[in-house]
């Protein structure tokens, strides 16, 4: 996909097929390879952010291959449990926890944000979503139509609400904590409350264990949902995506 009169679209890279089979071997792919060599370009002062919305195999394995890259990148991840849960399974988790442990365990500079217990309150609704997007542009449409078809196609009956999970991820780099843009110019950002706590270590069993040989990490514990979702749906129903929608080519 290209868009007139802006920079080309960033290339896409396979990421791993397969998930770690242990602690110790990496696992080969487009991705992996691409992000050693993206991060090998940053410094422990210019760390390269990167941004994680499923299991850990990728950046694990670019960790297991390239140790390095520890000092030059921070991740931002998505997945697992709030630390106040009974469980820490979650399917971001559970699907890689071999991965999980490499990356909690390596020290890297990390800011966690919980799918259970924290994104999970990112919920949007049809009306909300017919309200603010619904006829804005095509991409607009799309997604509401998508949304919508998802949610009732998968048996949701009378009323049903979704997360935004993605979201909730990229929108940390996004708040004005944080060296990007405040949210809102008005002043009323700090959209994500987070603080430095001693680092689990995600189990085989779903609980996490604290160790004090592991570094601090940054963990999200609660996120202003209406400040999220509403710069959401203001990015993506304006004038500029309206103006563009029409001369995409795909």
Known sequence: MSYPDQ?????????????LPDERTAVDSEAVEDLIARAS??????????????ALTDIASA???????VEKIVVIWLG??????????????????????????????MVHIPCFGVADT???????????????????DYLVQSTVELAEGMGARGAWSRVLWDAAAAGWLMDGNHSAPVIFPDGT??????KLVPRPLPTFEGTY????????YRYVYHIKRDLLVTDLFQKLSSPAIEENSEKWEV
């Open 80 to 109: 697992g449990a709030a630390h106040h849960f009974h469980s820490a399974r979650e399917f971001n988790l559970n699907e890689d926890v071999a991965a999980a442990r490499v990356v909690f365990r390596s020290g890297v500079a």
């Open 209 to 216: 264990v604290f160790s004090p040989e592991l570094p601090l």
């Open 122 to 140: 990112c919920l949007t609704t049809k009306p909300e979503l017919c309200h603010w997007l619904q006829g804005k542009n095509p991409l607009c």
């Open 7 to 19: 920079r080309p679209a960033p290339p896409l890279y396979h990421g791993c097929g397969d998930f």
């Open 189 to 194: 950002g700090d959209v994500y409350s987070d």
């Open 63 to 69: 960790i297991l291959k390239a140790p390095e890259i």
């Open 41 to 54: 370009q940053y410094s422990a002062e210019n760390p390269l952010y990167v941004i994680g919305i499923a």
